[in-house]
């Protein structure tokens, strides 16, 4: 598929969703309560077929967070970004979809440890990099520790 092909399948089943194409990649901006039946479809439809997830993380705006997937179909040899806004800066939360992809289940436990996202019905949440009572998470922008250097 293009990525106009892509757009127009996107927009049949997720009307509300919007597109940037000023990268490398087409960015797709899912609406929150989109978001797993859009991961589920992009998996499982074999129009998509994205059957790689190999990138995911987080970003920390001050204001919310926006988490950022990355997916590849090997098949199709098609790729997009599809972008999350989460406003809920204190207890910021997102549907796993490390029962789609494999890779997520450890991408997932590093966004939670280091920017403290939850991922709701998550088999192993719990922290990667961190001890388990190391207090906050280090990359958000609000974080302070008495050790950091300011400038």
Partial sequence: MTNEEIKQEVLNRFPATTF??????????????????MMESFKKDNAFAFDFMFCLTCVDWKTHFTMVYHLLSRTHRHNIVVKVK?????????????????TAEFHE???????????????????????ENWPGHPLRKNYVDENMISI
């Fill in 109 to 131: 436990r590093e966004v939670w440890d280091l920017f403290g996202v939850n991922f709701k019905n998550h088999p192993d949440m719990r922290r990667l990099f961190l001890d």
């Fill in 20 to 37: 940037d194409e000023t990268g490398e990649f087409l960015n797709v901006q899912a609406e929150p309560a989109d978001f797993r039946s």
């Fill in 86 to 102: 989460l406003t809920d800066i204190k207890k910021p939360e997102i549907e796993t979809i490390c029962d789609m992809w494999k």
